[in-house]
Each structure stands twice: as C-alpha cells, then as structure tokens.
C-alpha cells in the first residue's frame, strides 16, 4: 500500500492560484500512474486530472487551461497548479494512485466569489 500525503489547500478569492502538492511513499513512484480527483459538499467525488509514468496528461473539461498537473520523481511528488480559480472549484483534493485503492487524507480548496 503506496502512502500518500496532501498538502497546499487554503482559502483563496476567484481568480486567484494555489498550487497543491501530493508525497507519496515506496521506491518505484516512478512507475505509479498518478490522477487529483475533488469532491464538493452533497456532490460525488470527480476526476480532476491525471499524469502517467512517461508524463502523460489528461484533465476533465471544466479544468482544461487553468490547472496543470506535473511530478517530480526525485521527490516522489505530484502537484496540481491551480489558476484562475473559480468557486465551483471548491472542493476537497485528494491524490491518488490510479488503479488502486490509495488514497491521501485530501486538502480543501475554498475559493471565494
């Protein structure tokens, strides 16, 4: 079972950026397939973006050209850059390795209109 930490949430106006970070545990973080999904109060969890071990990404519509998704395998960290944030992005993060049930303890994003 793969270890994973969140960190970088807080509270923003629209507009604004934050950037959060994902450290995972094991030797082999290189291999993992690494994905951010969010979900809002009363809302079901949803797919936020995602990045392969050859650096591969995708993104869900809503997202596309204001977040970016990036790793650093030297520190076994994922990041999510979030721009222009808008109040609909309101949600808890939470990182996972894609095809498994790891999951961090996700960092919440308030973003104020």
């Known amino acids: 079972q793969v270890q994973l930490v969140e960190s970088g949430g807080g509270l923003v106006q629209a507009g604004g950026s934050l950037r959060l970070s994902c450290a995972a545990s094991?030797?082999?973080?290189?291999?993992?397939?690494m994905a951010w999904f969010r979900q809002a109060p009363g809302k079901e969890r949803e797919f936020v973006a995602s990045?392969?071990?050859?650096?591969?990404?995708s993104y869900t519509d809503s997202v596309k050209g204001r977040f970016t998704i990036s790793r650093d395998n030297a520190k076994n960290t994922v990041y999510l850059q979030m721009n222009s944030l808008k109040p609909e992005d309101t949600a808890a993060y939470s990182c996972?390795?894609?095809?498994?049930?790891?999951w961090g303890q996700g960092t919440q994003v308030t973003v104020s209109s």
């Open positions: 996972n390795k894609m095809g498994t049930n790891d």
């Open positions: 094991g030797r082999t973080f290189n291999n993992y397939n």
């Open positions: 990045i392969t071990w050859s650096f591969i990404t």
